[in-house]
């Protein structure tokens, strides 16, 4: 899959891929949406409730979800299961040529982020030993999770224009399934159609303020008594 650099507005690197025409993350700010949806709208708010996390991620892309994760394991103590997705894992060339290292500051965060995507596919790497990830080598489609398992599903795909396969009420009965009551799904994308799916598999909607560039974005809730 041919890929191209491009910096995004924040002064972050993401991903172009010209086949698609589509961007990994937003060209408004790549690090400013991650810390947007899936650290304040859905990590955030579940360690408001609890301090030992399940965390499904679907798209490990660049790693970016899962190295901004991590400090809040390092800074609440708190213990996390982090289980990423992806099917066309990035080449050690790319994950370099990104450069985070010009917008992570912390150098112990680089060391953590080198680790990630250097570890074995389909095998439990300890971090630390409060922080455990998993990348699995599968699609949604493929994947088999456990029941009521998750608190927080990162549903990073790309748009449903891009890949409508992932963005159907049967992945999302799936993935409402494998969340455990209470749990939440986040995501970046507030299309009608997206909500009308996510809320026939069972979650409750919650339309939130978006990251820059975009007026909304979503949040699932799967309700505690179903």
Same mark, same amino acid.
């Given at each position: 899959?041919?890929l191209?650099?491009?910096?995004?507005?924040d002064?972050?690197?993401?991903?172009y891929?010209?086949?698609?025409?589509?961007?990994?993350?937003s060209?408004?700010?790549?690090l400013?949406?991650?810390?947007?949806?899936?650290?304040?709208?859905?990590?955030? /708010?579940?360690?408001e %409730? =609890?301090?030992d996390?399940?965390?499904? !991620?679907?798209g490990?892309?660049t790693?970016?979800n899962? @190295?901004?994760?991590?400090?809040y394991?390092?800074?609440?103590?708190?213990f996390?299961?982090y289980?990423?997705l992806?099917k066309?894992?990035?080449s050690q060339?790319?994950?370099?040529?990104?450069?985070f290292?010009?917008?992570?500051?912390?150098?112990?965060?680089l060391?953590y982020?080198?680790?990630?995507?250097?570890?074995n596919?389909?095998e439990?790497?300890?971090?630390i030993? /409060?922080?455990?990830? %998993? =990348?699995?080598?599968?699609t949604l489609? !493929?994947?088999?999770?456990?029941?009521?398992?998750y608190? @927080?599903?990162?549903?990073?795909?790309?748009?449903?224009?891009k890949q409508?396969?992932?963005w159907?009420e049967?992945?999302?009965?799936?993935?409402?399934?494998?969340?455990?009551?209470?749990?939440?799904?986040?995501t970046?994308?507030?299309?009608?159609?997206?909500?009308?799916a996510?809320?026939?598999?069972?979650?409750?909607i919650?339309a939130?303020?978006?990251?820059?560039g975009k007026?909304?974005?979503?949040?699932?809730?799967?309700?505690?008594?179903?």
């Amino acid at each position: 899959m041919q890929l191209e650099i491009r910096q995004t507005k924040d002064g972050s690197n993401t991903l172009y891929v010209p086949t698609l025409n589509e961007h990994y993350h937003s060209v408004h700010g790549a690090l400013q949406e991650s810390q947007h949806v899936f650290i304040k709208h859905g990590l955030e /708010y579940i360690l408001e %409730q =609890k301090k030992d996390l399940k965390i499904l !991620e679907v798209g490990f892309g660049t790693g970016l979800n899962a @190295i901004l994760t991590f400090p809040y394991a390092l800074a609440k103590k708190a213990f996390v299961q982090y289980d990423t997705l992806e099917k066309y894992p990035l080449s050690q060339e790319v994950v370099e040529q990104l450069q985070f290292r010009n917008f992570i500051l912390n150098p112990e965060l680089l060391d953590y982020f080198e680790q990630m995507h250097q570890g074995n596919w389909n095998e439990p790497l300890e971090i630390i030993p /409060y922080f455990t990830l %998993q =990348k699995i080598h599968e699609t949604l489609e !493929e994947f088999c999770p456990p029941a009521a398992y998750y608190d @927080i599903v990162y549903f990073d795909a790309f748009a449903p224009e891009k890949q409508p396969e992932l963005w159907t009420e049967e992945m999302f009965r799936k993935l409402f399934e494998a969340t455990r009551p209470g749990g939440v799904l986040v995501t970046y994308c507030a299309k009608g159609s997206f909500k009308r799916a996510l809320k026939a598999a069972g979650f409750t909607i919650e339309a939130l303020p978006g990251p820059p560039g975009k007026r909304e974005m979503t949040r699932g809730l799967k309700p505690v008594a179903v």
